[in-house]
């Protein structure tokens, strides 16, 4: 398993909720969403966003 830097991980998840919050730029959304697939070896957003929270040890991050 890679080793993830949770400091990195912790900016990738508050980065994705701001966008989802708000209006994202072109593209923005989808590559937040493959960054965090990727860095925490997923297929998909809501099981990154779930293995992040698992990582960081907080509260689950609704995806939008």
């Known amino acids: 398993m890679a080793i993830v830097d949770p400091l990195v991980l912790r900016r990738l998840v508050e980065r994705y909720t701001a966008v989802t ?3 994202p730029g072109p593209g ?3 590559d937040l969403e ?3 697939c990727v ?3 997923v ?3 809501e ?3 779930a293995r992040a929270n698992e990582i960081l040890g907080a ?3 609704a995806a939008a």
Do not use: K, S
């Open 47 to 49: 099981a990154a966003l």
């Open 59 to 61: 509260p689950p991050t």
């Open 21 to 23: 919050a708000g209006v």
């Open 28 to 30: 923005q959304r989808e």
């Open 43 to 45: 297929r998909d957003i």
């Open 39 to 41: 860095y925490c070896g």
């Open 34 to 36: 493959y960054t965090l």
